[in-house]
Nanobody
């Protein structure tokens, strides 16, 4: 059974930094893309950043230059370094593993349970 476990959320003042980490566990053979999404109440979940197995990255315009995503393929982990945080970054952040292959599943998308990030002004 695949699980995504997130850590690193919390409360920070505007201008501060946080680092989110996510580890995928289970009988995983490969993960095409890993990333972070965020959601605020009443809004749709939106992409923050993602990285594929080759290291290519994609960022939301609102976080470019402030957030950096990194990944360790061998460990099935993905991190999000968030700098210069703004109050509008406040949201629940979800780890995503897309096109994950296991010994019994050809391809599936998985989500973490979410971690709260709150940026005070």
């Amino acid at each position: 059974q695949v699980q995504l476990v997130e850590s690193g959320g919390g409360l920070v003042q505007a201008g501060g930094s946080l680092r989110l980490s996510c580890a995928a566990s289970g009988s995983i053979l490969s993960i095409q893309s890993m990333g972070w999404y965020r959601q605020v109440p009443g809004s749709q979940r939106e992409l923050v950043a993602r990285i594929d197995s080759g290291g290519r990255t994609d960022y939301a315009d609102s976080v470019k230059g402030r957030f950096t995503i990194s990944r360790a393929n061998a460990k099935n982990t993905v991190d999000l370094q968030m700098n210069s945080l703004k109050p509008e970054d406040t949201a629940v952040y979800y780890c995503n593993a897309d096109r994950l292959r296991t010994t019994t599943i050809l391809s599936r998308t998985y989500w973490g349970q979410g971690t709260q990030v709150t940026v005070s002004s």
